[in-house]
């Protein structure tokens, strides 16, 4: 009989805690060029801020980590697929659904065909983006979309021992 092993349905990643925060939180900061390089789902990730500038997260602090250290986190990849799709899908969806509306609406609009699809595009967009922020604040709530610290994984040589 063949076992095949699990394959991973997270994407990890190292970041460096730059400061604690209330409430047992800690910030930290990934290097985009590294963020999601091993993950299957890294398209996505690179595609939600590109790969130039740092991503400060606010996390909570299970591993007793400390400003300077290494951790490492941990984000499901379901969650950066949804992320995605409610990113993008949804303004796109809008986009064609509303230009086809404002195509098949143009003669109520006394406006021409063209022009009453641009306005119901623009319209579709606007709705699917803000459709997209309200979706992204409800799933914000839920534990699995968030990033977690897993462990720390190299502690700052400065600050006191533990």
């Not at 076992?3 to 290097?31: D, I, Q």
């Not at 922020?133 to 897993?150: M, Q």
């Amino acid at each position: 009989m063949v076992t095949l092993a699990p394959m991973s349905s997270e994407c990890h990643e190292t970041a460096t805690v730059t400061r604690m925060l209330p409430e047992n939180r800690v910030e930290v900061v990934v290097k985009r060029s590294e963020a999601c390089g091993s993950c299957s789902a890294k398209g996505a990730c690179q595609a939600l801020g590109g790969q130039t500038k740092d991503l400060v997260l606010t996390l909570e602090n299970s591993s007793a980590a400390k400003p300077g250290d290494m951790v490492r986190i941990s984000i499901s990849e379901s969650a950066v697929v949804k992320a995605s799709a409610i990113l993008y899908l949804l303004p796109a969806l809008g986009l064609l659904g509303f230009a086809l509306l404002g195509n098949e609406l143009a003669p109520l609009l006394h406006l021409g065909s063209d022009a009453a699809a641009v306005l119901g595009a623009l319209c579709g967009l606007c709705l699917g983006f803000a459709l997209s922020w309200l979706v992204a604040k409800r799933v914000e709530k839920n534990r699995h979309s968030i990033p977690v610290i897993t462990r720390v994984i190299h502690f700052d040589s400065d600050k006191s021992s533990r």
